[in-house]
């Protein structure tokens, strides 16, 4: 089966962002089962269109991949107009899909769920030697108001976790390292890291701290729990589908009724999330990689939409 997966840049390879990388991930495994990846001038069975047409499909079949809608009209026109040409429409998690209904329509075509995935042997490359006991990591490429770094901040010092770190990975305003001599705890500004170091903090940390409100399918969740590592995550959106059993989810927000949001619920669970810190620090999360996040298996999946629609 041919296949292009096409950005506005043309091909997959943006990988200074989580969508880059998950689509460099996909066109390998699809390599692996088979399929040959070609550029948009190449005629093809499927056509991948992230988010929106960059251009007019060549191929066969028009496949739609989704995350998150907009809760204003206007940034929604491309996806709405490339959703009517669609052949079938991919959705990162549940939450996505009826995000998605609610604000662009519903496909007058077949959909899917598919998570994004990764590949476990990317994390275990290389040892990775902390000086804390117990590490927490907090990650994103921009924090921004909705993903609540103050409160993840504000947690962890009232957990009070003796011997402990929280690297906070991603461009904020703050910088350096801050210790709390009275606590024997650290709260380290890495800003924006390499790869490789994030892999590694993946893999060596106790736990990811993930509560952003509202998230469709976060890359940096679903390379986390591949590394093996539990994630602490709010309830609503579409983070507590790709943690299931494999960490905590906390009740930090009200039933989401996908109607637009002005700013962020009040009365956030500073308590539970430092509950939930302490719980990890004193008896831990056992886990092994979820199988239905590994990237074989995701890409398994996608072509098998991929032979439904075809047919």
Sequence with gaps: MKICIATKYKDWS?????KGRFLTRLAKALRRQGCEIVSPDVEA???IAV???QWK???KKNILRLGPAHFEKEPNKRKRKAMKTADGVVYQSSFSKKFCHAFIGKPNCPERVIFNGADPREFFTKSMELSFKHNFLASTRVWTKQKRLRYIKRAFLEAEVKDSCLWICGDTEEAGDHYYSNTNQMVKYKGLVNEETLKLLYAHCDAMIHIVHLDACPNSVVECLVAGTPVICSNQGGTK????SYGIVLETDPEYDFKPVKGLPKGFNIAGLSAAIKHVADYGIDMDP???LHIDIVARKYLEFFEEVLK
């Design 14 to 18: 943006c990988k200074h962002t989580g």
């Design 241 to 244: 589908e790709l943690v299931g």
């Design 51 to 53: 988010g929106k047409n």
């Design 290 to 292: 979820p199988d239905y």
């Design 57 to 59: 499909p060549n191929a």
């Design 45 to 47: 069975d499927i056509n």
